[in-house]
């Protein structure tokens, strides 16, 4: 009998779950007069996500250009109401003409359990804002050609690798040669140390570097769509692990740095002055007010908060800088005639210049378009989110959006919307001639986001793309192994677009 009352106990629970899903939870779009989505209980509109059918990005495409005619579309995140943002009018409106309305991106933050989480990406409101004038000197141009010799020398250590390895391999993985150039780009530039992880991919740098990717659909899905969740329970997003490593590193380099006085023209460096100072020394070549005026006692960055800052960097510009590269040298191998246009491009401008400068690599307009092509079709942030911190009528709409709610704006559908980029699954640099650029929403094209919520580092993750993909074609042609896959696979299981089974290509010296 207590078997046969626990059984009808739990069924009636469920039905009672069920029915408060269905009519309550999953009812708040359908009382708003809002077009949504029909939901499934209990996930919502992500179930494709959690059992691997498809990746977030393209779950997101899916359902924009099914239902971009309407604008903006209501979908469910398991339990959480999420506003699709499908016009480019109002993704401008979200993104920056009201951004005083959706200053926060949607993601989890908390700087006691999980100290590497309290980065600029994840902050939110006043942090968010101070920390953002802190570092926004940090990725001027004058900055950026400081740190290019660091480009440079691993650029070169990069094609010295690649020649040993195509004496005596047929077949390369090349997201994995650009991991660990991006690897060793930036630990020398956030952390001060050199990796050598072209010639060691084994090492300690690189297990953790790995490590740092490796997260459940599960886990994941709850970060993105649910954070209140990972706030409730405390848990970290981050391996214990690697908040250790990351965080015992970047204080040993910087005990270092000023223990023997140390001064290198890198990211770290200027770290390094936010917590001493409170701001950035500015610019030589320009008279650069100090963009924050906080008494220097309250401003300067703590340990924590700069390893932090450290960590994001590392995160951002190693993944979606050797991704990008990745998907460039699979597009140029596919299509042998921009490969040959660009080769040709890189070896008059480098015969101009005597040598790979800063100046050369922003002198190589094609290589500028393929690259941009490049992040067209494969976005490394698939979806934006925002979430609405002042309740707002919705400008043009009748749609009324209230403190708390989640937005999402699809960025690969955007990209490979045919009615924007006509023949969307074509790899065509062209698109990116001023002419076409012109013609074209200023909205429609997002690889780095818009307003003032852009990424930060954007022209570093282009030069960081730029110098890798220059050096490996100045020295050789490039062509697809029969180990990859045409069309490309993607994964599911993670945010930023990869390759399942990877990118092999024959690497032949010119």
């Given amino acids: 009998m207590l078997l046969v009352g626990l059984i009808t106990a739990f069924v009636v629970g469920l039905c009672s779950v069920y029915v408060y899903y269905k009519f ?4 708040y779009w359908r009382k708003k007069g809002v077009f949504y989505v029909e939901p499934v209980v209990p996930t919502g509109n992500v179930t494709p996500i959690l059992t691997g059918k498809l990746s977030v990005g393209e779950l997101f495409r899916d359902m924009y250009l099914k239902y971009k005619d309407h604008r903006a579309f209501g979908i469910y995140t398991f339990f959480k109401p999420n506003l699709v943002i499908a016009d480019l009018d109002l993704v401008r ?6 951004f005083g309305s959706f200053h926060d991106r949607d993601k989890h933050s908390n700087e006691k359990t999980d100290p590497l ?3 600029l990406f994840f902050l939110t409101g006043k942090k968010w804002r101070n920390l953002r004038v802190k570092l926004t000197p940090t990725f001027t141009s004058g900055k950026l050609k400081q740190m290019f010799a660091v480009l440079k020398e691993c650029g070169e250590e990069f094609v010295k690798s690649l020649e040993k390895l195509a ?5 390369i993985d090349i997201k994995e040669m650009f991991a660990r150039y991006s690897t060793d780009v930036i630990m020398s530039v956030a952390f001060g140390i050199k990796t050598n992880c072209i010639d060691q991919p084994d090492n300690e740098v690189r297990y953790w570097g790995k490590k740092v990717f490796k997260i459940s659909a599960l886990r994941h899905s709850i970060f993105m769509f649910a954070p209140q969740i990972a706030r409730l329970f405390s848990i970290s997003i981050f391996d214990k692990g690697v908040s250790n490593f990351f965080i015992n590193m970047f204080r040993d380099n910087v005990e270092y740095r000023k223990t023997h006085n140390v001064v290198r023209h890198d990211f770290m460096n200027l770290l390094i002055q936010l917590m001493e100072n409170g701001y950035v020394e500015p ?15 309250t401003s300067k960055l703590s340990m924590i908060e700069a390893t932090a800052q450290a960590f994001v960097f590392f995160l951002a510009g190693f993944e979606t800088s050797s991704t990008t590269a990745t998907f460039c040298l699979y597009e140029i191998a596919l299509n042998q005639d921009v490969q040959n246009k660009l080769r040709q491009e890189i070896d008059e401008v480098l015969k101009k210049h005597g040598e790979v400068t800063y100046n050369a690599v922003n002198d190589m307009t ?16 698939p979806v934006l989110s925002r979430i609405c911190t002042k309740a707002i009528n919705l400008p043009t709409t009748n749609i009324h959006i209230p403190e708390g709610t989640s937005i999402s704006i699809p960025v690969l559908g955007i990209q490979r919307d045919p009615a924007i980029y006509p023949d969307p699954d074509k790899f065509d640099p062209e698109r990116f001639n001023e002419e076409q650029i012109a013609a074209r929403h200023p909205y429609a094209f997002l690889p780095f986001g818009e307003g003032p919520r852009a990424c930060i580092g954007s022209r570093f993750g282009y030069m960081q793309t730029k110098v890798g993909i220059l050096n490996i074609l100045s020295n050789f042609k490039v062509k697809l ?4 896959s045409v069309p490309l696979i993607f994964g599911k299981t993670t945010t930023v677009p990869t390759a399942k089974g990877g990118v092999h290509l024959i690497i032949e010296p010119r």
């Fill in 283 to 297: 610019d030589e070549e320009k008279d650069v007010t100090k963009e924050n005026d906080v008494h220097p006692s």
């Fill in 167 to 171: 004496e005596t391999e047929r077949c």
């Fill in 93 to 98: 409106i979200v993104l920056t003409k009201e």
């Fill in 481 to 484: 192994h029969p180990r990859t």
């Fill in 366 to 381: 094609y290589l500028h378009k393929v690259v941009s092509e490049t992040l067209r079709k494969y976005p490394p942030a």
């Fill in 24 to 27: 309550v939870v999953f009812n």
């Fill in 117 to 119: 989480s309290a980065h």
